[in-house]
T-cell receptor
Framework: AQTVTQSQPEMSVQEAETVTLSCTYD???????LFWYKQPPSRQMILVIR??????QNATENRFSVNFQKAAKSFSLKISDSQLGDAAMYFC????????????FGQGTRLTINP | DVKVTQSSRYLVKRTGEKVFLECVQD?????MFWYRQDPGLGLRLIYF???????EKGDIPEGYSVSREKKERFSLILESASTNQTSMYLC??????????????FGDGTRLSIL
């Protein structure tokens, strides 16, 4: 079975600075997706960024980028120019590229932005 | 815009009660999911369904059942509620992957307390 591990329960960063959230995963599959989701206090789960395992290029979405290290099974999220609205729980998630489309989530990292 | 609606934002029930959590999506999605969210554990999959009247166990199905009589509605049932089922419950839905990846869309969650 696949597992996802986020080893940082909490992180904090100064506004406008850069922060990196860590995620490792374990799988024997070669075809899969990796995601970062954001859950603000409103509880709405928001997809931040997606990475397909077959793509070597790291995904980017505006201020959000990932460092995808397939051999090391590592998938970190970098948030540049942090803003107060980035404060949230961040979840790393895995999905197989075949079969059922269920997500496997990590434990979550609570990110605090200090003004 | 995709809408996944969970019937209650907060719910308080007593031990031994039969509890129904309802989820409705308006996008004709084939797949629907129920996750449970607990601090330090992230989200864990309880059950999912890929078609009407079809269901599959997730990682933590014990103590739960589901019903999908109509495509747009997926109900989670706690047959005899217990205090260890106090949690946040999140519903999600998605299309089947066709030529490309299809994202999951989440509801706002139901915070369930069992007294």
């Amino acid at each position: 079975a696949q597992t996802v591990t986020q080893s940082q329960p909490e992180m904090s960063v100064q506004e406008a600075e850069t922060v990196t959230l860590s995620c490792t995963y374990d799988t024997s599959e070669s075809d899969y997706y990796l995601f970062w989701y954001k859950q603000p206090p409103s509880r709405q789960m928001i997809l931040v960024i997606r990475q397909e395992a077959y793509k070597q290029q790291n995904a980017t979405e505006n201020r959000f980028s990932v460092n995808f290290q397939k051999a090391a099974k590592s998938f970190s999220l970098k948030i540049s120019d942090s803003q107060l609205g980035d404060a949230a729980m961040y979840f790393c998630a895995y999905r197989s590229g075949q079969g059922a489309q269920k997500l496997v989530f990590g434990q979550g990292t609570r990110l605090t932005i200090n003004p | 815009d995709v809408k996944v609606t969970q019937s209650s934002r907060y719910l308080v029930k007593r031990t031994g009660e039969k509890v129904f959590l309802e989820c409705v999506q308006d996008m004709d999605h084939e797949n629907m999911f129920w996750y449970r969210q607990d601090p330090g554990l992230g989200l864990r999959l309880i059950y999912f369904s890929y078609d009407v009247k079809m269901k599959e166990k997730g990682d933590i199905p014990e103590g739960y059942s589901v019903s999908r009589e109509k495509k747009e509605r997926f109900s989670l049932i706690l047959e005899s509620a217990s205090t260890n089922q106090t949690s946040m419950y999140l519903c999600a839905s998605s299309f089947n992957d066709r030529d490309s990846y299809q994202p999951q869309h989440f509801g706002d969650g139901t915070r369930l307390s069992i007294l």
